[in-house]
């Protein structure tokens, strides 16, 4: 069974799950990547692989954060403020920000979404960790090394005179070009190949002592490569299926696994407790995933049909600009970008573990319980 319950193991959900999450995004992509560059031009994204890997892929998983916060009763009331007075006050500033300088808005989007992604991965690494037999040894090494490994692409990215910062908008400004620093790209790729040769005899001398965690090992230069290859290459396409698929697969999973686990223990109180229950649970993950399908391309539909134009331009001419004006084309765009905003913000308080300094209570209780990670390693 795929989701199925890893029992008196080291994997952080099953031996199958665990290859979905942290193995098959990187093989997909590698084998799609040869394709890709042969039959998609570099600069093209067809329809079919903005549905895949933008719409599914990318802005499904925004969604499924909501299983886990609002449609979670007691967790929403608990948390109010952070999951619905928080996101309108953030809609607010960004509204401003798009009104006054719109291209300040999407590079700021930008730069958001790429610590969000680093962050992310560390989220990741620690679930390997705390399953792992190196779980009481080099935190800090590791996440320096993970985070050393993503920064490297990016200051390399922005060392490239040729390279645009069209994260979102296509075309956004580069809040610290270095292509004017002389050698920068080199000295950036240099650092790069050495903190992967730190990191690979460091996982060496590890194993010599018991200590090696193959999982994290394959997550940590997966993850760099992800960055390496999304960032560097010039092809749309590949670069999005790296960066995407490394990014969303595990994060469909493990909100799937921590609400299967938070209904198996709990009885729901509400019809939305009921419908993450009802959701979550093995036999219908194909159910989960095209819900979540569904839902990114819908907001795909109206960026699509509202400000992007790139593939309806000669069915859906209706602008918000036009309609409305400067002011209200930025609380359209505003609107439409919270999903996206809000996950970035709040991905790392909704994940937090550990005890509040000053009350001392969990930030998130049962969340080990759910995630397994309180199951015996061995």
């Given amino acids: 069974m795929l989701f199925g319950t890893s029992v008196a193991t080291r994997e952080v959900f099953s031996p199958k799950l665990d290859f979905v999450a942290f193995t098959l995004p990187i093989l997909v992509a590698l084998i799609a990547a040869p394709i890709l560059y042969l039959y998609v031009p570099h600069d093209a994204m067809p329809i079919w692989g903005y549905i895949i890997i933008v719409a599914f892929t990318d802005v499904g998983h925004v969604w499924t954060t909501t299983l886990r916060t609002h449609f979670d009763s007691e967790e929403n009331a608990r948390r109010w403020v952070l999951y619905n007075v928080f996101p309108a ?71 490239d005179a040729t390279r645009k910062f069209d994260w979102f908008n296509r075309d956004d400004p580069i809040v610290l070009p270095l292509h004017h620093v002389p050698y920068a790209f080199e000295c950036f790729l240099g650092l790069w190949l050495l903190l992967i040769i730190t990191f690979s005899v460091r996982q060496y001398q590890l194993s010599k002592q018991g200590y090696f965690n193959q999982k994290k090992f394959q997550f940590v230069l997966s993850a760099w490569l992800t960055w390496g290859v999304g960032v560097l290459l010039n092809h749309k396409l590949i670069a999005l299926t790296f960066l995407n698929l490394f990014h969303a697969l595990p994060a469909f999973i493990i909100v799937f696994c921590y609400c299967k686990n938070r209904w198996n223990k709990n009885f729901p109180l509400t019809g939305s407790d009921s419908f993450v229950k009802w959701l979550c649970v093995p036999e219908r993950w194909p159910v989960y995933a095209a819900v979540f399908m569904l839902v990114g391309i819908v907001e795909e539909f109206l960026w699509e049909s509202m400000v992007w134009h790139d593939y309806t331009a000669d069915i859906f001419t209706w602008d918000p600009r036009e309609r409305f004006g400067d002011f209200g084309y930025s609380i359209v765009t505003c609107i439409l970008t919270l999903p996206q905003s809000s996950h970035y913000a709040l991905d790392a308080f909704i994940w937090k573990q550990g005890k509040d300094p000053e009350t001392g209570e969990d930030y998130n209780p049962g969340l080990k319980t759910y995630l397994g990670m309180d199951r015996p390693k061995s």
């Avoid at 680093?118 to 390997?128: E, I, P, W």
């Fill in 89 to 159: 006050l953030l809609l607010i500033v960004s509204i401003v920000i798009h009104y006054f300088s719109e291209a300040f808005f999407w590079t700021l989007l930008g730069y958001l979404a790429i610590y969000h992604f680093v962050k992310q991965q560390y989220g990741m690494l620690a679930l390997l960790k705390f399953r792992g037999v190196d779980s009481r040894v080099d935190w800090n090494f590791d996440r320096r090394c993970l985070y050393g490994g993503a920064l490297c692409p990016i200051l390399m990215w922005h060392s």
